[in-house]
């Protein structure tokens, strides 16, 4: 059942900042996830504020430094089918366009899709877990198919996003307004890895905003990708997933950036992989041996050990599909 609270729906991004620094108010941005974290009585709130009216956050434009900037508010649809995305930063229109379902890519919003709160079962379900105050991870001796293989420490969750990875491997910065000013995060420093804080999801403080997301200007040599595995051919979020951002030189990786999803709380930055392949071609020896490297270190759990197998066979296609 709903609990009851008020709603507001300013028309400015000030207004929406005030009614946060006065109430115990939560974002409602497409709302695909807020109303039913609500609903299903994982968490309260007094006010509801939507920003739907506040115009200056949903656009897709040229930033400052020749990047792109794209308002929080911005459909995921919108995010996938523009064609400044689609021709230069691949990983993220892929990404985009794997998330849910049409209709749930055009109700909700970039924004959105990176503040929103992890689909563990246990969290969503009627369980005290640590991530609601509780005192352990039922995942851990659990159902954990879906589980972390990387990172998890007292809470084993999964960032259930598909753009977060894409976004970090691009290097995207996050800009975030509240508490009388604004900064900007990285996006692969915006999520809240579970061993730091297991409470939140990310670094935002109660009374801040995520307005826009900064795309830096491309290097001509990039290739991105993104691709995800689940389990089923229907929508449904990352059993595992790798986001490549890789600036080319001809045929050899000047640098790279690897993200991987449904590998552990935040996406799971393979350092191993980037140090392989830069400085070389992707021939088969290099490819073979990232793709072992991806798995190093992980952790599997009872029940979700073939991600491994998975991760490992999915590094290897991606890389493929760079030559
Ligand atoms: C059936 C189903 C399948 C799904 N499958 C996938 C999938 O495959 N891949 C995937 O990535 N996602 C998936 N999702 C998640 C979906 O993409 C998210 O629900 C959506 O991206 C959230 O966007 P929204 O705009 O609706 O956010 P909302 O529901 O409005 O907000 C989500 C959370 O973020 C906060 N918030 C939102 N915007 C801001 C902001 N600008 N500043 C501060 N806080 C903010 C809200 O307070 C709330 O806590 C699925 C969801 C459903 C219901």
């Not at 230069?88 to 503040?115: E, F, I």
């Not at 005290?128 to 851990?140: Q, S, V, Y």
């Not at 995800?228 to 490549?244: E, H, M």
Request: aromatic residues 6%; proline residues 6%; contains cysteine.
């Amino acid at each position: 059942m709903f609990p009851r609270f008020s709603h507001a729906r300013p028309t400015d991004l000030q207004a929406a900042l005030d009614l946060l620094e006065k109430t115990s108010g939560r974002i409602h941005a497409g709302g695909t996830d807020l109303l039913g974290c609500l609903y299903d009585g994982v968490f309260t709130t007094d006010t509801v504020i939507s920003l739907s009216n506040v115009a200056e956050l949903k656009s897709i434009s040229q930033s400052t430094g020749n990047g792109l900037r794209i308002g929080a508010m911005t459909p995921i649809a919108a995010v996938a089918a523009h064609p400044g995305i689609r021709s230069t930063y691949k990983a993220l229109a892929q990404a985009a366009s794997v998330v849910a379902s049409p209709q749930l890519r055009s109700q909700g919003t970039l924004g959105g899709n990176l503040c929103q709160k992890t689909r563990c079962w246990y969290y969503r379900g009627d369980f005290p877990c640590l991530r609601k105050n509780g005192d352990h991870c039922f995942a851990f001796e659990g159902e954990n198919q879906h589980h972390a293989i990387f990172g998890g420490e007292g809470c084993y969750m999964v960032h259930p996003s598909d753009t977060a990875p894409a976004l970090a491997a691009l290097d995207a910065t996050c800009r975030i307004s509240g508490g009388g000013s604004s900064r900007s995060v990285p996006v692969d420093q915006f999520l809240m890895p579970a061993s730091v804080d297991p409470q939140r999801e990310t670094v935002l403080e109660p009374t801040e905003i995520l307005t826009e997301i900064l795309l830096p200007p491309a290097p001509p040599g990039l290739r991105s990708s993104y691709r995800k595995i689940r389990s089923r051919q229907t929508w449904d979020f990352a059993l595992a997933g790798v986001a490549l951002a890789l600036d080319f030189d001809g045929d050899i990786v000047q640098s790279a950036r690897v993200f991987l999803s449904g590998a552990a709380s935040i996406p799971w930055r393979a350092r191993e992989i980037e140090a392989i392949i830069t400085g070389r071609r992707l021939d088969a020896e290099t490819i073979s041996k990232a793709s072992k490297a991806a798995v190093e270190g992980a952790e599997p759990l009872r029940h979700n050990s073939a991600k491994v197998t998975l991760f490992e066979g999915l590094v290897a296609e991606a890389l493929e599909g760079m030559i």
